[in-house]
């Protein structure tokens, strides 16, 4: 896991971009070729990463490698596009046209070939960040407000209620959730869910995994030993389920 944590926007008044990519030999010159043209830049070299690390930092601009990461990069780009309309460029092999033609589709403003020109690269950022229409390049799309039974949840303000009533959760627990939102009355696999939320494949996690959707279900369920939202398909992941009206 790779993470420039001095470069977050946060502690940085330059306009932030996150690189997801696993490939060392691209990103390195890649990094440095931004910085001197003045963006601050953060690398994650998987798809969960990326999400994690978009969730946390709020980037002005993702480049997006749609092959490499391990989360998928169409994967990636159809959970960024549930909660944000941060530009993406994405980029890929000249071979691999097909697959940026689908990211396009998938909601990407923009793709650049590899192996890309210097300066075309750094004018396609530029000219993209110049039409963001809004200060923040951060904003949540109009269905970013997703309900659920009695349960309503903010992308854009991360805040969570049931039945009216204020659900404080930890940055993992809402990372958890959004995990489960994103596949509404599907089952989620523990390794997609591990991967997702903490970056690991491994099996350890899983009890992380059972604690916090403890937690979880002890702030959103009536009655967490009968949960009726997020429900366990055993041996194989949980469930976000839309409850029967009461």
Request: include cysteine.
């Given at each position: 896991?790779r993470?420039?944590m ?9 306009p932030?971009i996150l ?6 030999g691209?990103?390195?010159p890649l990094r440095r070729?931004?910085?001197?043209e003045?963006?601050a830049v953060v690398l994650a070299?998987d798809?969960a990463?990326?999400l994690?690390l978009?969730y ?6 993702i480049?997006?490698?749609l092959?490499r990461?391990?989360l998928?990069?169409?994967q990636?780009l ?8 941060v ?16 990211g396009l589709h998938?909601g990407?403003d923009?793709?650049?070939s590899?192996?890309?020109?210097p300066a075309?690269?750094v004018?396609r950022v530029r000219a993209?960040l110049r ?18 039974g009695?349960m309503?949840v903010?992308?854009?303000t ?5 039945r009216g009533?204020d ?5 993992t627990e809402f990372?958890?959730l959004?995990c ?8 989620v696999s523990?390794?997609?869910?591990t991967?997702?939320v ?6 350890s ?11 979880l279900r002890h ?10 939202y997020?429900l366990?398909d055993?041996r194989?992941g ?7 009206p009461?």
């Open positions: 896991m993470e420039d001095h470069n977050s926007r946060e502690r940085s008044s330059r932030t690189v997801i990519d696993d490939d060392d691209l990103t390195g070729l931004l910085e001197e003045g963006f070299g798809g990463d990326g994690r978009a946390q930092l709020y980037p002005h601009l480049l997006l490698d092959v990461p391990k998928r990069g169409l990636v159809r959970r960024l596009r549930q909660i944000s309309s530009p993406v460029i994405v980029i890929g092999e000249r071979a691999a046209h097909q697959a940026l033609v689908e998938a990407a923009d793709f650049v590899i192996p890309y020109a075309e690269l004018a993209l039409r963001v229409s809004r200060p923040s390049s951060w904003v949540c799309n109009p269905d970013a407000l997703r309900t659920v009695q309503v903010d992308y854009e991360r805040s969570v209620t049931v009533r659900i404080p959760l930890t940055p990372r958890l959004t489960l939102l994103s596949s509404v009355e599907a089952t523990y390794q997609s869910l991967r997702e903490w970056g690991a494949n491994d099996p996690y899983q009890r992380h995994l059972r604690l916090y959707i403890g937690y702030k959103i369920e009536d009655d967490p030993s009968h949960p009726k997020i366990t055993r194989r949980y469930r976000l389920s839309t409850p029967p009461s």
